[in-house]
C-alpha cells in the first residue's frame, strides 16, 4: 500500500506563491512518476503536472506552463509543486498522485493512470 500526504495548501493573495509537498511511503518512490491534479467546486478534477521517476522530464498543463514548477527529492520520497504568480482561477483542492505501472510516462495527464492518491490540499487565492 501507498500512502502519499500532501500540505502546503493555504490562502494567498493573486501574485503570492506556495509550495506543495506531498512524502510518498510504502514502496519504491523513485521508480514511479509522479503527477499533481487540481479540483475546483463544481469542476472535474484537472492535471497540473507531472514528472518522471528521474526527475529527468517534467509535463505541465497549458493553465500553468511558465508558473508552476515540478520537482522531487528521491532521497526524501517528497514531490514538490511551487506556484508562483497564483491567479484566482487557480483556487482548487491539489492532489498529489503516484503512477499505477513503474517506468511508465504513459498519458501522464490522465488520472486514471495513477493509482494511488493523497487526500488534497486545499489553496485559496483571493483576489
Known amino acids: 500500500q501507498v500512502q502519499l500526504v500532501e500540505s502546503g495548501g493555504g490562502l494567498v493573495q493573486a501574485g503570492g506563491s506556495l509550495r506543495l509537498s506531498c512524502a510518498a511511503s510504502?514502496?519504491?518512490?523513485?521508480?514511479?512518476?509522479m503527477g499533481w491534479f487540481r479540483q475546483a467546486p463544481g469542476k472535474e478534477r484537472e492535471f497540473v503536472a507531472a514528472i518522471a521517476w528521474s526527475g529527468s522530464k517534467t509535463y505541465y498543463a497549458d493553465s500553468v506552463k511558465g508558473r508552476f514548477t515540478i520537482s522531487r527529492d528521491n532521497a526524501k520520497n517528497t514531490v514538490y509543486l511551487q506556484m508562483n504568480s497564483l491567479k484566482p482561477e487557480d483556487t482548487a483542492v491539489y492532489y498529489c498522485a503516484a503512477k499505477r505501472l513503474a517506468y511508465s510516462l504513459e498519458s501522464v495527464n490522465m488520472a486514471g493512470e495513477y493509482a494511488y492518491w493523497g487526500q488534497g490540499t486545499q489553496v485559496t487565492v483571493s483576489s
Open positions: 510504502g514502496r519504491t518512490f523513485n521508480s514511479y512518476a
